[in-house]
T-cell receptor, first 112, second 111 residues
Framework: NAGVTQTPKFRILKIGQSMTLQCTQDMNHNYMYWYRQDPGMGLKLIYYSVGAGITDKGEVPNGYNVSRSTTEDFPLRLELAAPSQTSVYFC???????????FGPGTRLTVT | GQQLNQSPQSMFIQEGEDVSMNCTSSSIFNTWLWYKQDPGEGPVLLIALYKAGELTSNGRLTAQFGITRKDSFLNISASIPSDVGIYFCAGFNSGNTPLVFGKGTRLSVIA
C-alpha cells in the first residue's frame, strides 16, 4: 500500500514553461488536495477535490489548474511558470467522514 | 477565510527539555489535529482531538482541546533530537470543508 505518491521529486523550470505535477493515491480516498509550502512557511491550499469530476479553488489558485478524472489521480498543472511558483508542492488525500489527511512526499519546484 | 495563529513560530531547546506550543482560532472547530513535518517530508498526523476539554497522549506528546473550542495545546516532554521538525495544528469541522492549518512551529533540539 503506497499511500500518496508524487512525481517528480525535484524539477527546475524556466520562466514561461509548463509542467504537470502528478499525484496518485491507492487508498480509494474521496478527497484530494494540493498545497504549496514556501521556505520557512506554512501550507497554503491551492485546489482541492471532493470526488472525481469535482474540483474547487483553495486559498492560492492563480497560475494553477487541476483535473480529477479518476478517484486515484489529481494532477496539478502550471501553464506559464513564474519565479513566484518556486515552492514545495504537497498532495494529500482524505477519506470522507474521517479527519486524517495523508500527505505525499512532496515535489520541490524551482522556477528560474 | 479562517486562520489559525500558532505560537511560537520557532523554538531552540536543549535535549531533555519539555516543549509547549499552542494554536488559537477566531472561530470554533469540532476537531483539532496536530501534525509533524520532518525535514524533506510531508506532514504526518500525531494526535487528533474530538471533544472540548479532551486531553490525549501519544508517547511523550500530550495535546489538549481547549474548552472554548477555539484553541489547542501540544506539549512534548523530555525532547530528543528526532523531535526536530515543524509542528502544525489544524482545525476541522465536517464534511467537504478542507482542514485549516496553522503556519507551524519550527522546533530545533540542541544535543
Amino acid at each position: 500500500n503506497a499511500g500518496v505518491t508524487q512525481t517528480p521529486k525535484f524539477r527546475i523550470l524556466k520562466i514561461g514553461q509548463s509542467m504537470t505535477l502528478q499525484c496518485t493515491q491507492d487508498m480509494n480516498h474521496n478527497y484530494m488536495y494540493w498545497y504549496r509550502q514556501d521556505p520557512g512557511m506554512g501550507l497554503k491550499l491551492i485546489y482541492y477535490s471532493v470526488g472525481a469530476g469535482i474540483t474547487d479553488k483553495g486559498e492560492v489558485p492563480n497560475g494553477y489548474n487541476v483535473s480529477r478524472s479518476t478517484t486515484e489521480d489529481f494532477p496539478l498543472r502550471l501553464e506559464l511558470a513564474a519565479p513566484s511558483q518556486t515552492s514545495v508542492y504537497f498532495c494529500a488525500a482524505r477519506l470522507a467522514g474521517t479527519y486524517e489527511q495523508y500527505f505525499g512526499p512532496g515535489t520541490r519546484l524551482t522556477v528560474t | 477565510g479562517q486562520q489559525l495563529n500558532q505560537s511560537p513560530q520557532s523554538m531552540f531547546i536543549q535535549e531533555g527539555e519539555d516543549v509547549s506550543m499552542n494554536c488559537t482560532s477566531s472561530s470554533i472547530f469540532n476537531t483539532w489535529l496536530w501534525y509533524k513535518q520532518d525535514p524533506g517530508e510531508g506532514p504526518v498526523l500525531l494526535i487528533a482531538l474530538y471533544k472540548a476539554g479532551e486531553l490525549t497522549s501519544n508517547g511523550r506528546l500530550t495535546a489538549q482541546f481547549g474548552i472554548t473550542r477555539k484553541d489547542s495545546f501540544l506539549n512534548i516532554s523530555a525532547s530528543i533530537p528526532s523531535d526536530v521538525g515543524i509542528y502544525f495544528c489544524a482545525g476541522f469541522n465536517s464534511g467537504n470543508t478542507p482542514l485549516v492549518f496553522g503556519k507551524g512551529t519550527r522546533l530545533s533540539v540542541i544535543a
